[in-house]
């Protein structure tokens, strides 16, 4: 009943930048957590950054220092800041959400993906 949209992916230039959206919508009673995580063809997905409860937030080593994640104002949003991109953040970039749809259940939704390319 959870359901994520992306938008932002597209074709980058080295050094330059982009922001990924990932919209929720659906039986949402109460956010956990957003996050963002990658796969590259032939490569296991991994986490790229989180956010969880106000402001507790997670990067993996090769994006720290160049990427953000963030809420929005509405609660169901979150954005995916991207600076100094480099050829090996190619991937197709995932939403996840984690929370509960009413007091007892949990889920855990994920986007359709959107690709991201860092070429000249």
């Known amino acids: 009943q959870v359901q994520l949209v992306e938008s932002g992916g597209g074709l980058v230039q080295p050094g330059g930048s982009l922001r990924l959206s990932c919209e929720a919508s659906?039986?949402?009673?109460?956010?956990?957590?957003m996050g963002w995580y990658r796969q590259a063809p032939g490569k296991e997905r991994d986490l790229v950054a989180s956010?969880?409860?106000?402001?507790?937030?997670k990067y993996g080593d090769s994006v720290k220092g160049r990427f953000t994640i963030s809420r929005g104002n509405a609660n169901n949003i979150t954005y995916l800041q991207m600076n100094s991109l480099e050829a090996d953040d190619t991937a197709v970039y995932y939403c996840?959400?984690?929370?509960?749809?009413?007091?007892?259940?949990?889920?855990?939704?994920w986007g359709q993906g959107t690709q991201v390319t860092v070429s000249s």
């Open positions: 956010i969880t409860g106000g402001a507790s937030f």
């Open positions: 659906g039986n949402i009673f109460r956010l956990i957590a």
């Open positions: 996840n959400v984690v929370g509960y749809s009413d007091y007892v259940t949990h889920f855990s939704a």
